[in-house]
């Protein structure tokens, strides 16, 4: 009986075949679309972890989350859900596990779903929190390059509505694969927390002013001062949005009205591929 009803829900964010568009219940226009919580979700310290299930529960109509594969890869979550009504395609980095990292797992996860959805013509949201690739030689050996671009890949061939919301780290490679401006996505918003950098201020200190840090008097408080000046200079979102890889930073209470609004406007997207019998996808 749980699966029955677990398939009925599922079948209702899907249309009819991959020529329809996805089905858009009724949803009659709220005066304030605001959500006040999201502004003190994000810790202020950037190493303290969150659940990326509460910013989605906050952004989507309430109660309208499905998640899938919950329990493979679970430093990623996708899932399907209902914004003013519409379906839409959920893919969030989750700080609570491995703070997020992409790793093996979570790139085919996710490229799996976003080629899913793709197929349906149902429209994409990506939450980013993303602080790199997991390291380590086994996940080396084992190809994390060829299974990261199958994500990659996954988001540069959809058509559908694409649009990202970085809440905190964009990190290096994996800013790019998780639906950057660079790979094709409509539109970027960003949390004024957004870090959007080649990689942590931390470690980009260490290596950028290795010699001026070892030559000081206190290499511990230099070392600091270095962090903090890189923090205020390149790991925010105004420099990205300054080069138009961002298209707004918002503050966290205003994205479900902004992603209402940017879903509404993409709803008659126009994207067509190459003609070609199809692309060569890493496998």
């Known amino acids: 009986m749980v699966c029955i009803q677990q398939l009925k829900q599922l079948l209702s964010y899907m249309p009819q075949n991959c020529e329809e568009a996805a089905p858009a219940l009724p949803y009659p226009p709220q005066a304030d679309e605001s959500r006040p919580a999201l502004d003190t979700l ?37 899932g399907f ?4 009504g519409r379906s839409i395609g959920i893919v ?19 490229a799996r779903f976003v080629r899913f959805c793709d197929s349906f013509n149902i429209p994409l949201l990506v939450l980013e929190d993303v602080p790199g690739f997991l ?45 950057s401006k660079h790979i094709g996505a409509d ?25 001026e840090i070892a030559q000081a008097d206190d290499p511990e408080a230099k070392l600091q001062e270095k962090v903090d000046d890189y923090q205020q200079k390149f790991a925010t979102p105004y420099r990205a949005a300054h080069r138009g890889f961002v298209d707004e930073v918002i503050m966290p209470s205003q994205t479900r009205q902004k992603l209402i609004r940017a879903f509404k406007m993409l709803e008659n997207k ?14």
């Open 135 to 179: 390291p380590g030689t086994d996940q080396e050996w084992r190809g994390i390059i060829t299974n990261g671009a199958k994500l990659l890949y996954a988001f540069c061939e959809a058509t559908v509505p694409r649009i990202t919301v970085i809440t905190r780290k964009a990190y290096g490679g994996a800013y790019d694969v998780m639906n």
């Open 187 to 211: 539109l970027n918003f960003a949390w004024p927390t957004a870090e959007i950098a080649v990689m942590g201020a931390k470690g980009a200190a260490e290596i950028i002013f290795k010699r």
């Open 92 to 110: 969030g980095n989750q700080p609570a596990v491995l703070a997020g990292v992409l790793d093996i797992n979570a790139s085919t996860k996710a």
């Open 81 to 84: 859900a209902r914004l003013a």
């Open 42 to 78: 994000i810790p202020d310290n950037a190493n303290q972890p969150y659940d990326i299930r509460e910013v989605i529960e906050g952004l989507i109509d309430a109660g309208s989350f499905m998640e899938v594969h919950q329990n493979f890869a679970e430093n990623i979550v996708v």
């Open 270 to 283: 126009v994207d067509t591929l190459p003609r070609k019998k199809h692309g060569n996808i890493p496998l």
